[in-house]
């Protein structure tokens, strides 16, 4: 199941890597034959688009780095799906959770500290507050790319099926995949939306065709299998998504 599935999640047409960062132009040329709305900025390499699953809406963009984790530029994303706010699950590649468990450990020790502080990016408190969770049916290689942290492993469960792990698996084993499989990667399901924040390593519209296609799947897996919002959640953390 998970193969075919990823077989179909690889379709990018012609979207492989050119030799030279993607334009405006050309993400603006690819977001008019998706149908998808786009506001292309001045600087090259930096934009929004969006569009809604179903209804609830979902923004990605690409610009200025708002972690010091990742380089060059940042594609961030943002699902409203409207689930239970205190669903909390979290997927990190491996390279990058070893990076933050490592910032983590030298942030205390430095400061003689014993929690981790408040000012921290939240993916590294989370690394901290939850456990690493796993159960049958992951496929090795997930585990062997991801790390599935969260507060209850049902919502996980439910949460990380087959299509988000088909398409997670896409993004690092698909073409282009071993460069993206050491860049950083996160994504989360906090405060009823989800979210996405990658490094755009290779500047292609394949890449930005992965972002979106992952952000998609995932915001539909949870409208699918999570229980909907049944009290308005507390704001977002700034800066993610945004």
């Known amino acids: 199941m998970f193969d075919r599935l990823r077989k179909a999640f690889s379709a ?7 030799g030279r960062p993607v334009t405006n132009r050309d993400v603006s ?19 929004d688009l969006g569009g809604d699953i179903h209804g609830h809406p979902w923004r990605l963009e690409c610009g200025t780095p708002t972690r010091d984790y990742v380089k060059g530029l940042e594609l961030r994303g943002r699902a409203d799906v ?12 491996r390279p990058l959770q070893d990076v933050l468990e490592s910032t983590a450990y030298d942030e205390i020790t430095d400061t003689l500290q014993t929690a981790i502080s408040t000012s921290l990016p939240e993916e590294m408190r989370w690394l901290s507050m939850y456990e690493e969770m796993a159960w049958p049916g992951l496929p090795a290689s997930f585990c062997d790319h991801f790390t599935v942290v969260a507060e209850r492993i049902e919502v996980a469960q439910r949460w990380i099926h087959a299509p988000v792990v088909s398409q997670l698996l896409n993004a690092v084993e698909g073409e282009g995949g071993a460069e993206r499989a050491k860049s950083p990667m996160v994504l989360m399901l906090a405060r009823g939306k989800v979210y996405l924040r990658l490094e755009h390593t290779q500047r292609s519209l394949a890449e930005i065709a992965h972002a979106k296609q992952l952000l998609l799947v995932a915001g539909q897996a949870a409208l699918q299998n999570l229980p909907p919002m049944s009290v308005a959640g507390p704001d977002d953390e700034a800066g993610f998504g945004r």
């Open 82 to 93: 409207g689930a239970d706010p205190d669903a909390a699950v979290m997927v990190i590649n």
């Open 12 to 18: 990018t047409g012609s979207l492989g890597a050119s």
């Open 29 to 47: 040329r690819w977001a008019a034959d998706q149908r998808l709305p786009i506001v292309a900025h001045a600087t090259d390499g930096h934009f």
